[in-house]
T-cell receptor, first 113, second 118 residues
Framework: ELKVEQNPLFLSMQEGKNYTIYCNYSTTSDRLYWYRQDPGKSLESLFVLLSNGAVKQEGRLMASLDTKARLSTLHITAAVHDLSATYFCAVDRGKTSGSRLTFGEGTQLTVNP | GAVVSQHPSRVICKSGTSVKIECRSLDFQATTMFWYRQFPKQSLMLMATSNEGSKATYEQGVEKDKFLINHASLTLSTLTVTSAHPEDSSFYIC??????????????FGQGTRLTVV
């Protein structure tokens, strides 16, 4: 059974600081996704990581994937209040890219002024 | 990205009644649709996978007779919660993936449906 673990689950940080969220998963997969969820809303796709060593950046967020270590990271640079949300990583269980996703528990990020 | 529309966004129903939720892909053909459930402050759990024209595949522990899924066309899947009870109150989210190559690496999520059973 595929397990996906995120840490930390709760993160409170000051504006301007840097931090990393970690996502570990238990079985082989080369498709990993990061999503953002605001309260009461659905998921917003942030990154799609499809191969070992993949690194993607968008604004203050950068995601990477190490399939050998079964680890993905989401790095936040110089956090701003607008980044406050819950962040999920998800691993695709499908043999084809059907996106049968197993989600991590989520990291609730609060950025304080 | 592609657009997936879910309807309704919120629904309140009485215990014992049935509720239907629709998930539509607006600008692509969704060969596969997925239904997830999210309880408050928790993660998303996959309930079932539906392929157009065939029976849905349910995840372990999900009652297929309670959560009826129909994927009759390449743009529409429906989830019917039958004989709903308060414990079925949750946020239901669909996602869809398509046959085109550019869509083959990602599924696109609907806005979600907040179901409250009273």
């Amino acid at each position: 059974e595929l397990k996906v673990e995120q840490n930390p689950l709760f993160l409170s940080m000051q504006e301007g600081k840097n931090y990393t969220i970690y996502c570990n998963y238990s079985t082989t997969s080369d498709r990993l996704y990061w999503y953002r969820q605001d309260p009461g809303k659905s998921l917003e796709s942030l990154f799609v990581l499809l191969s070992n060593g993949a690194v993607k950046q968008e604004g203050r967020l950068m995601a990477s994937l190490d399939t050998k270590a079964r680890l993905s990271t989401l790095h936040i640079t110089a956090a701003v209040h607008d980044l406050s949300a819950t962040y999920f990583c998800a691993v695709d269980r499908g043999k084809t890219s059907g996106s049968r996703l197993t989600f991590g528990e989520g990291t609730q990020l609060t950025v304080n002024p | 990205g592609a657009v997936v529309s879910q309807h309704p966004s919120r629904v309140i129903c009485k215990s014992g009644t049935s509720v239907k939720i629709e998930c539509r892909s607006l600008d692509f053909q969704a060969t596969t649709m997925f239904w997830y459930r999210q309880f408050p402050k928790q993660s998303l759990m996959l309930m079932a996978t539906s392929n157009e024209g065939s029976k849905a595949t349910y995840e372990q522990g999900v009652e297929k007779d309670k959560f009826l899924i129909n994927h009759a066309s390449l743009t529409l899947s429906t989830l019917t919660v039958t004989s709903a009870h308060p414990e079925d109150s949750s946020f239901y989210i669909c996602s869809a993936s398509g046959r085109e190559l550019s869509f083959n690496t990602e599924a696109f999520f609907g806005q979600g449906t907040r179901l409250t059973v009273v």
